[in-house]
Structures are given as C-alpha cells and as structure tokens.
C-alpha cells in the first residue's frame, strides 16, 4: 500500500476521494472504500443498518452459532488488570478443581472455553497528541502488558479462544479515525486474537467498518456489540436486524452490577429481540446474533444463593452468551459451581429449535402491608425545605450513629437501611469524612440505590456522588442539580421496577419440549399455574423434569401444573410430552 493511500477491503459501495494538506503540505488523496461511511474528516456511521446489501446478515462469519461461553475480566477486577493476572485466571479456568458428576473436571471442560480481557490493557495518552493511538493507527498498550501475543499464545496452549477489548472508555478517544479502525483490526490480528468486544466509548464506533476489515484479514472473530442497547439508524448500532448484524451478540442494555436487582433489570431488555410466540421464527435474537444483557454476576449478587441461581437460569432461557464474571479464585465460587456447571441448564442455553426464548407473563402477588405508626424507614426525595422527615438528622461521631431524631440508621438487611431504636450494634455504626462525604459500615458506603433510590442500601464503595453526603440538619447527596435528601418515611420505599413480580419465561427444547423458568421476585413465597395449552401452546401432556434438583417432578394433569417458587428464587423446568403427543399445531 502506498504512503497515503488507504484501500479498504472488498465490498465496495461508495467511494471517497478527498485532500488532505499535511504538515508538509505535500497533497495525498486518500480512498476509503467502506459500506456506510465518508473518509477521515466526514467519517462517522451514517447507516442506516443493512447499506452492506446484506453481507452482514446474522451467521455471516460463521462464529457464536451458539451462546458463546466463558470469562472476562471487568466485574472482578474492573481495568485494574495485568498480564500476570491474566494468565493466574486463565490457569484457573483449566484447572481440573471441581467434580461434576463424579468426575473431576475444569470449568474449560464444562465448556466454559474462552478468556476475554477486557478494560485496562490501553496506553492511555501514549498515542500521538497524547490519544491511545501511535501514529500509524496501532493502539498504544499498558506497561502492565509487557507482551500482549505471549499472552495470547499462553491462553491457547491451554486450548482456550482469546478475547481481545477495543474502543474502551479508559482513554475517552474523540475523534474518528480511519487509520485507528485499520490500527485496531492489525492489531487483533497480529497478536492472534480470536474474539474482540468493541465498546461504545470512543470515536471507532462504525460496526459495519469494523466487520469490514475483520473480514479482510481471511480470519474469522467472535465479535461482541457494547453499545449498551442503544438503537439507531446508523452503523454503531446495537440492535440489528434480519439483514444487518456484523457481530454475534449484543448488549440490549446498558452495565450490569452485583445489586440484587440489576440481573432483573437487564434481563428484561432482551423481550424486545424476542417474538412473543415461541413457535414464531422471526425473533432477531439468533444464531450468530445474540441478544446479550451482558456478563454474568453469578457467585457477586446481592443476596441468597438462590437468587444468584436464579440469575443463571434467567440467561440460559433467553440464550445469552454466558460470560463468567467472578474471579475464579473467589471464595464464593465453589457455591456456585452446582449451578454453572448445571448440564441440563446449560443444554436449555445451548439448544436451539427456532427461538431465543422469551417471556410468557407475569403478575404481582399482593405485596404485605407496611406496619404503620412511627417514622421507621428511610427513603430519598429532592430535598425542599420543610419536607416531613428531612430535617433533625445528624452524625454522633462520638458513637458513630447516624441519627434522625432519636432513632439510628440500621443496616442489619443491608439491602434497606432502615430506622431503629438506637442500640449501639456494629449495624448501626459509621464513619463520616466530612471531606470526601463518605459514610462507611464496615468495608461498604451508604448508597443511594441507582443514583435515583428510592431506597438506601449499603454497597460496595465506588466514590459515586450518590455516595457522598453532606451532613447539616439533614443529610443530601452531592448529585448537583438532582440532589436528594434523606427521608424519614412510616411507609417503606418503593420497590425497584421488576420487584414484587412473577415472571414466566419459556425456551423451545429438542422433541417438541418447552423449558420453563419462573422466576419470584416478590417478598413472599408465592404459588404459581402454567397452562401449557394457553400460555406455551403446548397439547396434551408432559413429563415435568426439575432442571435445578436435576430430578423428575411429576407431570402435568389437564396441561395444567402448579408450583410454589419461595421469595427470590425460581424453578427451572423442562417440559417433555409424552410419546405420541403431536406438537406440530
């Protein structure tokens, strides 16, 4: 290729020819052959989706024909990464530590075969004008990546695919570039890469573009959408179509966390990829094209075991890509092994007979009263002079308490802090550093749930203004414009959106089976009907299988069944109809 001139690959659709002066002001003429997308200076997606007459259709490279699994790095450690550390948790997820079915095996056995590194890898501001790229458009990486492709070589020695992470928010890149996309992808390639997310961050956020010159290097990669769930009518993208979809799964929603209701929350923003008809083809969530309400936080929620369970059931049901998010030397993960490595739970992730999976209904059981009576909860509202229950709070530095009135914030359920009478136990002791705002029980900050409540629970610390707080007669947050105070209420918050529900969803299976998730997200255990004629569309009758206990559990009676699913739990079934039963209507 000459100096200067940049010939993209195949599949030409629009040319651009422009000058460009340099600094020597020598004039070069500059081709772009891309799909969707002006050279340099106009560069930028300008879709809409599907302008690449249908070369990205889903399953166009081959890759993810089923739900990818695996392990990346951000829930655990966030961009605090290093070569090293990376190659400690690649050796533990060969490690042949775990019996599963009487046999010791690795989760890479299970199949669990691939290792994704995620943010922290970039040279930020080592890159020409001090950018994350060198002037050539190659990424400028982290001294704590000494060598990227012997780590890359490392994790294929042990039989594993290595994922690379690219267009990140660490280093908050602003401009476009082409010859960054051209950088990214030689990169990719020449360390040996075998999969790559592309983050929605900075500037390189042309998907098309990028599958594009994926393709052009006459290798195959797994390709992961982080665009957060984000639909536009451009090439960046996150929601494909039928015709357009030049990745393999995609984030329908934006960052999860270990809170105990995060997982519900993602989870529901996979339905809109989903056809409500189990028996309709045409959900847009597919092989090769995956709906993806990010990485799992399996063995990190907030809460019983069984709600982190329930958690896994819920992304084997809608075929989710399962992407491990633990360190895999947590001292929670033997727990959870039972669950992750669940055969016949992963075999409802990885079937696939026409649908993704979706959800069939939900209800409300009726919730319990509140006590009524004395000011005894907590919750946040703008803060306006005179509010009932905003004034009179104070910190006792004395004692730690934090104090309305005469009574003390109690943490002993974590997930609510609540009012009680003052008792001097460690659940009601803080300590407040007026300077940083920072409220701490323990090793966890008082938090204001989702920046917006309207509960207050306690969290990991995260210096996040809705955990910073200013104490003077009442207690507020340091959000700005949006900031809120604490209230004293008779009546507990309202809960999250999703909570006090129950939710039915369903996955066709292999010989005309339908698995069945019931997830109870309510305070109370709750009893639950399935007709399998009216809500599955199901005939005659069916063996019941309980995927969870990895047992049988009867079968239906009239196509009908009943189970009682305890408070934030769920029940995972496998419907089977008996011999002779047509499905086919």
């Known amino acids: 290729v000459m100096e200067g001139l940049y010939v993209l690959p195949t599949s030409i659709e629009r040319l651009s020819c422009f000058t460009l002066v340099m600094a020597s002001f020598r004039v070069q003429c500059i081709l772009a052959v891309l799909p969707a997308v002006t050279a340099l200076a106009g560069l930028g997606p300008v879709g809409p989706p599907g302008g690449d007459g249908g070369l990205y259709k889903p399953g166009w490279n081959g890759e993810a024909r089923t739900p990818p699994l695996g392990w990346r790095s951000w829930n655990a450690f966030g961009n605090r990464i290093t070569q090293d550390l990376m190659m400690t948790e690649i050796d533990a997820i060969v490690a042949k530590n775990w019996t599963v079915d ?246 409802v992730n ?86 940083s705002g920072v409220m701490k029980n323990a090793d966890k900050c008082l938090d204001i749930w989702d920046w917006t409540g309207p509960q207050v629970d306690l969290y990991g610390c995260n210096g996040g203004t809705n955990q910073l707080f200013d104490v003077s007669n009442n207690i507020k947050d340091r959000a700005g414009s949006t900031t809120k105070c604490f209230t004293a209420s008779a009546t507990p918050p309202a809960p999250p959106s999703n909570a006090n529900v129950v939710q039915l969803w369903a996955k066709p299976q292999p010989s005309a089976g339908m698995a069945v998730l019931i997830i109870n997200n309510s305070g109370n255990s709750t009893s639950v009907t399935v007709d399998t004629k009216r809500q599955l569309n199901m005939t005659g009758e069916s063996n019941i299988r309980s995927i969870w206990d990895r047992a049988d559990a009867g079968a239906t009676q009239g196509g009908t069944f009943k189970i009682t699913v305890s408070s934030m739990d769920s029940a995972f079934l496998l419907l089977s109809p008996h011999a002779g039963t047509d499905q086919s209507s």
């Not at 190659?138 to 267009?167: I, R, W």
């Not at 992961?224 to 993208?237: A, I, K, P, V, Y």
């Not at 907030?302 to 709600?307: K, V």
């Open 102 to 347: 009487g046999k010791k095996v690795s989760l890479f056995d299970v199949g669990y075969a691939s290792v994704g590194i995620d943010e922290g890898w970039e040279g930020c501001g080592d890159g020409v004008n001090g950018t994350q790229h060198y002037v050539n458009g190659t990424p400028a990486v982290n001294p704590k990546f000494p060598d990227m492709q012997a780590l890359v070589e490392y994790g294929h020695s042990k039989g594993l695919k290595m994922g690379f992470y690219q267009n990140g928010c660490a280093c908050g890149e602003r401009v476009e570039k082409m010859i960054n996309y051209e950088g990214d992808i030689k990169y990719l390639n020449s360390n040996g890469f075998d999969a790559v997310k592309l983050d929605g961050c900075g500037k390189q956020r042309n998907l098309t573009l990028y599958a594009q010159l994926m393709k052009a290097t006459g290798k195959n990669y797994s390709i992961e959408n982080c665009h957060w769930g984000d639909c536009t009518q451009s090439d960046d993208s996150s929601c494909p179509t039928l015709e357009w979809c030049p990745f393999n799964w995609y984030r329908s929603s934006g960052d999860i966390n270990s809170k105990e209701q995060s997982w519900m929350s993602n989870l529901q923003t996979t339905i809109r990829f989903q056809t409500p008809d189990c028996k309709d083809p045409n959900s847009v969530s597919r092989p090769s094209c995956w709906a993806y309400p990010d990485m799992l936080e399996v063995g990190r929620v907030q809460g019983s075991l069984e709600w982190n369970r329930a958690h896994f059931g819920a992304w084997c049901i809608v075929s989710a890509p399962l992407i491990l998010g633990l360190d895999l030397y947590s001292p929670s993960l033997p727990s959870i092994i039972p669950i992750i490595t669940n055969k016949e739970a992963l075999a």
């Open 350 to 435: 990885q079937a696939w007979e026409g649908h993704p999976g979706t959800l069939i209904s939900q209800f409300s059981p009726p919730a319990p009263a509140p006590a009524p009576g004395a000011l005894q909860y907590i919750t946040v509202k703008p803060c306006v002079s005179g509010t009932l229950g905003q004034d009179e709070w104070k910190y006792v530095s004395s004692s730690g308490a934090i104090q309305y009135k005469d009574l003390c914030v109690d943490v002993t359920d974590p997930k609510t802090a609540k009012l009680a009478t003052c008792s001097g136990s460690s659940a009601q002791k803080f300590s407040y550093d007026a300077t």
